[in-house]
């Protein structure tokens, strides 16, 4: 499942959660007893062999697990809740096709449907993730997966045939018999989607308070700008001053935080170098920041909200910058419009001293 999907789902996804896990809160998964008595999590899969897959041509799953518990794909992430518990998502499965290097996935809701030992998993825009139920050996039958479980709703019209059947699971996908295993199995293979990487860090919105200023920023060398004749920046600041700090003391909350978070990028351009600064208003999402240009330069107006620029963390220390619209100070925002064009689409910007980022 795709960040964008899940961010889009997330208001959708409280809903549900609350509608099947009756006081459960909605960031709190949901479990049943049916799959763990004791509470914990459970975790069934099963890794078809070579003469399986020989002999069974249109299935394209390879490899297939089923975690009932909380989220165990998520990592620690920049909306005000620590981002683990997905909305109440209580059932989690992992794909690996034929020739993948690593598994697809998707979440959603386990409850008991009412019929005899059989548990529905729903998903976002009532769209179903598989019904499940136990054999008398304890084994989970997983029924009713949809070969375009990984594709947005309508994509065979969208895709056409052919690029749909390159892109959705195989005719043969469905009906698997899954084995219990250890909860550590489904951990290591969800962890095989978007492993950890160390270098970064905390969140940003743990690493920057919202009561304390920051500056990060980079100014390029003639060396770099020589071999990126594209790029138009010289000089780049993103910061927090007295200003910003001031703004979100009196109209937002701490525990919303990075939600509201006011800042300014600050810039020169290589050739003259003019002088350019822009006002954002942040909101946390999954993995980053995304602010959206508050002040349209010159006083015109236009639609700002397509303004927009994305912070994450980056490796030890840095923040990453990325531009995908014209949404940077280099021109008058509301002449500007489309996809960058130039070489200013991602900074890697240096912690400096606040001085750096005077205006």
Partial sequence: MTTSRKIAATAIAIVGALALAGTVRADEPRILKELSPDGGGACFSRVYDASHLKAHPHQKVARIFFYHGPDPVSQPSEDPTDGLGTAGYNGFMATTVRGASKPEWV?????TSGEKAAIHCGMECDRTMADVSLDAKGRLKVDAFD????????????LGKAEYERQALGTDDNGF???????????SEFARIAPANPALGDPLRI???PDQPFCFGRDYSAAHLASHPEQVTQTIRVFRGATEIASFAAQG???DWPNGADLVVAMTTRKGGTKATQSYSCQGEADQWRCVATVATGGASCDLSEREIYLRRGANGTMMLANPKESLPLADLCQAGGNTKSDDRVFRLEAMPQSACSQ
Avoid at 107 to 111: E, L, T, V
Avoid at 177 to 187: F, G, I
């Fill in 253 to 255: 909350k701490a525990a």
């Fill in 147 to 158: 070969r375009d479980i990984y594709l947005d709703a309508g994509a065979e019209d969208e």
């Fill in 177 to 187: 018999l899954l084995e219990r295993r250890p909860v550590a199995d489904c951990k």
């Fill in 207 to 209: 690493r920057l308070k």
């Fill in 107 to 111: 979440g959603g809701w386990c409850n």
